[in-house]
């Protein structure tokens, strides 16, 4: 099962009490105190792992704690120190303070391991209040309570490239026969309750890994239909496609428009993502115009057909291609608009080299900001 939030507390271990005990051996009559102090509470830590792509081992508990620290012994022996918790998520999981919503730690590196809450201090045994005046002193300190924290784990997934479109509008069948992912395909809406991560290998030597969320619909960003609880599995995605059903009982304007708003409202850091567009299920189409239908649609925003490309894109429906050759990239329009067929196959393996070259596009921003 695929759970991507939890919410619980979380307290680390109190430190052992201190002891209170006397030297006795044959020949000493009045040995001193040799109280040994309380061991340290156990420590709260997180530890990023990729074995683990859900938070499903905190679903239904709600409260964790380290161990505490044993009792201080005679013979100035220090108690055994608590046993530390450690708290195994996947990457992308945000810590966020349940009372505050702080976000704690915002944890991705694989193998990252921080401290989140420090055990308690063991008490002092009696030997530390010897003196002049107390030479057999019984006092001893307790130790220090641990830290507790109510918090709540997000888990928002890393992928480079994050399939949006409306339910049944393909995006499921195209991870499926793009990548290794096995998602569930019928054919009705919101089919896809969870997201999907699948890796697409490009060329014997590259790869991307694409995530497949459930379908947006209108109002997405305020809640509406799974909304606002998958929207944020893309928000870590380096590149946006939209998935344009030329089949669907809306016009491909019409889709593309309200996704894009949705996107913006939810996040307009995420609006500014490169991003590309695929027309799907056109092995679906019923009408007779479909060529004419893609022409209007890539006219409708703004673009014009393309005649030629590096990536021989098949078939003779039109397309739109960003010339990078004679032209910098423009990341305020789509680096394509390609029409595919997931059943036939049609341009599946150009549209991986495409996508490929869009991540490229996204790191050369980057090195040349």
């Known amino acids: 099962m695929f759970i991507d939030s939890a919410r619980f507390s979380v307290t ?14 044959k020949f000493v009559v009045k040995g001193g105190p040799d109280g040994g102090d309380g061991g340290k509470g156990g420590d709260v830590y997180f530890l990023v792992d990729n074995n683990t792509d ?15 620290g044993a009792q201080g012994l005679g013979g100035r022996m220090t108690g055994k120190s608590g046993e530390s918790l450690v708290l195994i998520v996947p990457p992308g999981t945000q810590v966020i303070d349940d009372e505050t919503n702080e976000v704690i730690f915002d944890l991705l590196e694989l193998g990252e391991k921080v401290l989140f809450l420090e055990g308690g201090k063991g008490g002092l045994g009696n030997v530390h ?10 006092y001893f300190q ?40 096995t998602p569930e395909i019928a054919n009705y809406e919101f089919t896809t309750l969870t997201p999907k991560l699948g890796v697409v290998e490009v060329g014997n030597y590259n790869s991307f890994v694409m ?30 496609l939209f998935v344009i059903d030329v089949a669907n009982y809306r016009t491909m304007i019409d889709q593309y428009r309200v996704l894009k708003e949705e996107v913006a ?28 239908d893609i022409e209007k649609f890539i006219k409708d925003i703004g673009l014009e057909i393309t005649k030629s490309n590096e990536f021989k894109f098949e078939g003779e429906l039109p397309y739109f291609i960003q010339d990078l050759i004679y032209s910098r990239f423009d990341n305020s329009k789509p680096y394509f608009v390609l029409p595919i067929s997931s059943l036939t ?7 991986g080299f495409a996508l490929y070259n869009l991540l490229e596009q996204g790191k050369d921003e980057k090195i040349s900001n």
């Not at 209040?129 to 019984?138: E, L």
């Not at 507790?148 to 195209?174: C, H, Q």
């Not at 196959?345 to 549209?351: A, G, S, W």
């Open 12 to 25: 680390s271990g109190k430190g052992g009490q201190g002891c209170a005990a006397f030297r006795r051996e």
């Open 129 to 138: 209040f010897k003196n002049s005046r107390n030479q057999r002193p019984t």
């Open 265 to 292: 409202k939810f996040s307009g850091e995420l609006a500014k993502r490169n991003y590309a567009i695929v027309l799907s299920k056109i092995d679906g189409y019923l009408g007779e115009t479909l060529e004419e």
């Open 54 to 68: 859900t938070l499903s081992n905190y679903k239904g508990r709600k409260f964790f704690k380290a161990d505490n």
């Open 142 to 181: 307790p130790g220090l309570p641990g830290q507790m924290r109510s918090i709540r784990l997000e888990l928002k997934l890393i992928a480079d490239v994050g399939l949006v479109g409306y339910p049944n509008v393909g995006k499921s069948t195209l991870i499926s026969v793009t990548s290794n992912a």
């Open 345 to 351: 196959k049609l341009n599946l393996k150009p549209l």
């Open 211 to 240: 995530a497949d969320i459930p379908g947006i619909i209108d109002g997405a960003s305020e809640g509406r239909g799974l909304g606002l609880e998958f929207l944020k599995h893309i928000e870590r995605t380096k590149t946006l």
